[in-house]
């Protein structure tokens, strides 16, 4: 069958199809076929069902058919960092690089060029989801939402709130300015299809408790999700403990605030450090980690105990912290998450064991995906988001199962393989 271009969100793709169906489990069908209605997946199936019969086919026979994948966790303006200043832990790293970096997004000129970059990569990319930190700036925010929006992705996009321990250039004037920036901003967001807004304290040393106050009381007005930092340096632990000498650890200190999960869908980059009542805390909470194991290296960070993590019940997902991370792709995210959980096994002495390809692509497609809804699968009902991976370029002189040639798919996989690219149903590449 001669491939046909899809120009509607009811098509059907024909290759061979890898999706989690848990955690531990891969569902894997060569030769497969793949059925969107009106932008969500209909289900897989081995042949095309009769009522289905009449849309169009996309034929990708041999090649791997994904969903798309989703990234928790980066920091839009850092974009032009990457790999810079990599032998400097955080804070330093922020204070040196981060911050008079973040500053010049008060320029819209310089803004748009930076953020245009940035979408372009992630454009041809394997990941269809993500959810970014921005600046302090209004305006530079809302050209980030308009470029992502012509891009096609779905994305959650924050304009940062600092009014306290960072640089004059980008400081908030007080927790009033702040809170009523964010306002102003949040009342100009309503007209975006792909892009939703999300609160971003950036993390508690930069927040004062008064604009954590207002930022809990807007996040009711407006219903929205919370994004924003903890436990990932022990310098920055022990820093919030002095600020914050009452709360029983760094996630309770955005619990005193009521802006720590329960009913409002939150995100918590990194985790590194987190110990049992935090983590006790998190799955009370369904408190989403997302866990950035390229970063955590690249910082000195640590290792984060995600085998613990998934044991409790803590919702799981990738990031790829650009630009403590230097890839955007979360195929890479992967692989560092199976390389870090292996290093923390062996030199903190842990018994949990390390995580397995079944695992790192549940995190980054169905585990990270399901902050955004039902994403990240081809179950029925799913938004349609996929990837179609060209892998013969590295098949070796011996057959592989389908879940091996997923294994190296996501270990050797990089944007020249990626033939197509669906987000809700739409053709984006």
Not at 94 to 120: C, G, M, N, R, W
Not at 135 to 141: G, L, S
Not at 200 to 212: A, H, N, Q
Request: glycine share 6%; with cysteine.
């Amino acid at each position: 069958m001669e491939k046909t271009a899809v120009t509607s969100r009811d098509f059907i793709l024909k290759g061979d199809i890898c999706y989690s169906k848990t955690k531990d489990a891969l569902d894997c069908r060569e030769k497969g076929v793949l059925v969107c209605t009106a932008g969500k997946s209909a289900g897989v199936f081995s042949e095309i069902p009769a009522q289905y019969k009449h849309l169009p086919v996309a034929d990708f026979t041999g090649k791997l058919i994904l969903p798309g994948l989703a990234d928790l966790h980066i920091h839009a303006p850092q974009f032009a960092l990457r790999s810079l200043g990599m032998d400097l832990e955080l804070l330093d790293w922020l204070a040196t690089f981060v911050f008079p970096e973040e500053a010049k997004y008060h320029d819209l000129d310089y803004s748009s060029q930076a953020y245009t970059a940035l979408i372009e990569d992630l454009k041809k990319g394997p990941n269809t989801r993500s959810c970014l930190f921005a600046t302090v700036h209004t305006p530079a925010t809302l050209k980030l939402m308009d470029l992502l929006e012509a891009s096609g992705l779905v994305c959650m996009v924050g304009k940062v709130n600092m009014d306290r321990h960072c640089p004059d250039s980008i400081r908030e004037k007080d927790a009033e300015t702040s809170a009523a920036a964010t306002q102003e901003w949040l009342e100009q967001c309503g007209s975006y299809k792909n892009i939703k807004p999300i609160l971003t304290p950036r993390f508690i040393p930069s927040c004062t408790d008064d604009l954590m106050r207002r930022l809990s009381a807007l996040q009711k007005r407006y219903h929205l999700p919370l994004q924003s930092h903890l436990s990932e340096n022990q310098r920055e632990i022990a820093w919030v403990q002095e600020l914050c000498p009452k709360s029983a650890c760094y996630g309770d200190a955005y619990s005193q605030f009521d802006l720590f999960g329960g009913e409002i869908p939150t995100i918590m980059a990194h985790c590194v450090w987190s110990e049992d009542k935090e983590i006790a805390l998190l799955a009370k909470q369904k408190v989403y980690v997302a866990h950035c194991p390229q970063s955590n290296s690249n910082l000195s960070s640590g290792a984060a105990p995600v085998r613990r993590f998934l044991e409790a019940g803590v919702p799981v997902g990738l990031g790829s912290d650009v630009a403590g991370g230097a890839h955007t792709s979360i195929f890479r995210a992967m692989t560092d998450a199976v390389q870090v959980s292996k290093l923390r096994r062996r030199l903190i002495g842990q018994n949990d064991a390390p995580l397995s390809l079944e695992e790192v692509f549940y995190l980054g497609t169905l585990g990270g995906g399901s902050f955004f809804g039902p994403v990240g699968s081809f179950e029925a009902g799913y938004e349609f988001d996929a990837l179609v991976l060209e892998d013969a370029g590295f098949a070796p002189p011996f057959k592989l199962s389908l879940r091996d040639r997923l294994e190296r798919a996501v270990y050797l996989s990089d944007n020249s393989h990626i033939k197509a690219k669906y987000v809700r149903g739409i053709a984006i590449l």
